[in-house]
């Protein structure tokens, strides 16, 4: 195998591990903007949820409550749950692929019943006191999500006029949801959990696309400089390695001793040429 050769095989196999390296690390990079994007999303909507559900409670629960006796309760126009998860459906009208669970494990309404996932969700809040959020990747229905969930807690008495004894509750709350599910709460227990899920199959599939693209121009990047490092290799070293190893062949054999070896380069093959023109000569006086 010739210089060329050698030097190409070298220079391809050096090419292709940094394609390599740059697919992989393009890759894991884009897959990780993607769950950051995915992550701020989240904390976009379940904040805009929880403006909902304060200004329910802190603004409109009051002066309805001037409005209405006292043991009357109207979900819509009362709770910051249902107001939440009302405002959110208007929402995912336009943006489907989003979800919003109010994720309980005994709720009121069987729509908020948390599935097996959920339910770790809340046990690891309960066992983690300290722990305010939990995030990662989740699969559901063939389908991978990027979840955030926040722990909800009995805070105060006050919940439990609705979630305590079920026959302490507001009438029209019992005539809404019964008296089976939903009550004999704990003051501060962890019952629920906040959950937006993002989907992440879309930002895997773009990530890949991007790496295979990074990858594709990195090859014709790396075949080009192949064919400018062959044409430089014939030109600047090969051919004339290969003409000085001629005219030492015919200085051998004692022809073409009188014409003389012409390069003028300053590198390493003008050196060789130096000092085959300085053979030819020797070989000529010795030959006289």
């Not at 993607?34 to 200004?55: D, G, P, Q, R, V």
């Not at 899920?197 to 890949?208: L, N, S």
Request: glycine fraction near 6%; aromatic fraction near 10%; proline fraction near 4%.
């Amino acid at each position: 195998m010739g210089i060329r050769m050698r030097s190409i095989l070298v220079m391809g196999i050096l090419g292709l591990l940094a394609i390599v390296v740059i697919g992989i690390a393009s890759y894991k990079l884009s897959v990780t903007n993607a769950l950051n994007e995915a992550k701020i999303k989240s904390n976009i909507i379940l904040n805009y949820a929880m403006a909902t559900k304060e200004y329910m409670k802190q603004v409109q629960k009051p002066l309805v409550k001037e409005l209405i006796e006292s043991d009357r309760f109207y979900p819509e126009l009362m709770s910051g749950f249902v107001s939440a998860r009302g405002t959110f459906e208007l929402f995912k009208k336009t943006s489907p692929e989003y979800t919003f669970k109010q994720a309980t494990i005994d709720p009121l309404n069987p729509f908020n019943k948390a599935d097996q996932d959920e339910i770790g969700f809340i046990k690891k809040f309960g066992q983690n006191p300290a722990l305010k959020s939990s995030e990662g990747i989740i699969s559901k229905n063939g389908a991978e999500f990027f979840y955030f969930a926040q722990p909800i807690k009995v805070g105060n008495a006050k919940c439990l006029i609705c979630h305590g004894d079920p026959y302490d509750a507001p009438k029209d709350q019992i005539e809404i949801y019964g008296t089976e599910t939903g009550y004999n709460w704990k003051l501060n227990d962890t019952v629920a959990a906040f959950v937006i899920y993002v989907p992440t199959e879309a930002a895997i599939a773009a990530a890949k696309k991007l790496s295979f693209t990074l990858v594709l121009i990195g090859a014709g990047g790396i075949i080009v400089i192949l064919l400018i490092l062959w044409t430089f290799l014939n030109k600047s070293v090969v051919l004339p390695i290969t003409e000085l190893a001629e005219r030492t062949e015919n200085f051998s054999l004692g022809e073409n001793l009188d014409d003389p070896v012409i390069n003028k380069s300053n590198d390493e093959i003008g050196t060789l040429a130096k000092s085959i023109e300085r053979l030819r000569i020797s070989l000529v006086k010795l030959l006289q």
